[in-house]
């Protein structure tokens, strides 16, 4: 039950949205199956979902350092990047560049180590971690000031992409470009 779950929770995010009940529902579920099971990467995907649909940035924080502390518990490398995968995002969104930063670098330590290519599924996201990385970096880096590192960061991103013709990929990638773009051209107007 907590498999087909897993992978209905993640199906019903990218056709009904994180934000539907039912998405809700069905992860809520898979919590309480969790609480009834020793720790597991299944257990991960889960939280990984909740993650995904939470709605406050309290929440969002807390489901992003139950997967940091899941993932060290575990000491799966795989595991390990996708819970700094989702701290990166969440750090960005707290106003903490340079923590995002450091959850990107870390994370992708552990990318470069393995072969996680197949982690650009519909459970985590349906993008590959390294392309997010290296977008997320454009987008703080240029908040911390290196406005080309930033461009340098999102272009890498752009060419992983499209290096594994991984469609979510590049159309993540191009999102982050068109992103650092626009915020790029707006401060150049502020100037």
């Given at each position: 039950e907590?498999?087909?779950?897993?992978?209905?929770?993640?199906a019903l995010?990218?056709?009904?949205?994180?934000g539907?009940p039912?998405?809700?529902?069905?992860?809520?579920?898979?919590?309480a199956?969790?609480e009834q099971?020793?720790?597991?990467?299944?257990?991960?995907?889960?939280y990984?979902?909740q993650?995904?649909?939470?709605?406050t940035l309290a929440?969002?924080r807390?489901?992003?350092?139950r997967?940091l502390?899941?993932a060290?518990e575990?000491?799966?490398?795989g595991?390990?990047?996708?819970?700094?995968h989702?701290?990166?995002?969440?750090?960005?969104?707290?106003?903490?560049?340079?923590t995002c930063?450091d959850h990107i670098?870390?994370g992708?330590?552990?990318?470069e180590q393995?072969?996680f290519?197949?982690?650009a599924n519909?459970?985590?996201g349906?993008?590959?971690?390294?392309v997010c990385?290296?977008?997320?970096?454009?987008l703080?880096?240029?908040?911390?000031?290196?406005?080309e590192?930033a461009?340098?960061?999102a272009a890498?991103?752009?060419d992983?992409?499209r290096q594994l013709?991984?469609?979510g990929?590049?159309v993540?990638?191009?999102?982050y470009a068109v992103?650092?773009?626009?915020?790029v051209?707006?401060?150049?107007?502020?100037?």
């Amino acid at each position: 039950e907590l498999e087909l779950l897993i992978l209905l929770g993640s199906a019903l995010i990218n056709t009904q949205g994180p934000g539907a009940p039912v998405v809700a529902e069905g992860y809520n579920r898979a919590v309480a199956l969790c609480e009834q099971l020793a720790p597991s990467a299944d257990h991960f995907a889960v939280y990984w979902g909740q993650w995904r649909i939470a709605r406050t940035l309290a929440d969002i924080r807390r489901w992003a350092e139950r997967l940091l502390h899941l993932a060290r518990e575990l000491d799966e490398p795989g595991l390990l990047l996708q819970a700094h995968h989702a701290n990166w995002p969440t750090f960005f969104m707290l106003g903490e560049p340079r923590t995002c930063c450091d959850h990107i670098r870390r994370g992708l330590a552990y990318y470069e180590q393995g072969d996680f290519h197949d982690h650009a599924n519909i459970i985590y996201g349906g993008h590959d971690a390294q392309v997010c990385g290296r977008g997320e970096a454009g987008l703080a880096l240029w908040l911390l000031g290196y406005p080309e590192q930033a461009r340098c960061s999102a272009a890498q991103g752009l060419d992983w992409a499209r290096q594994l013709r991984h469609a979510g990929s590049i159309v993540h990638a191009m999102d982050y470009a068109v992103m650092l773009r626009q915020h790029v051209e707006q401060g150049a107007d502020v100037t």
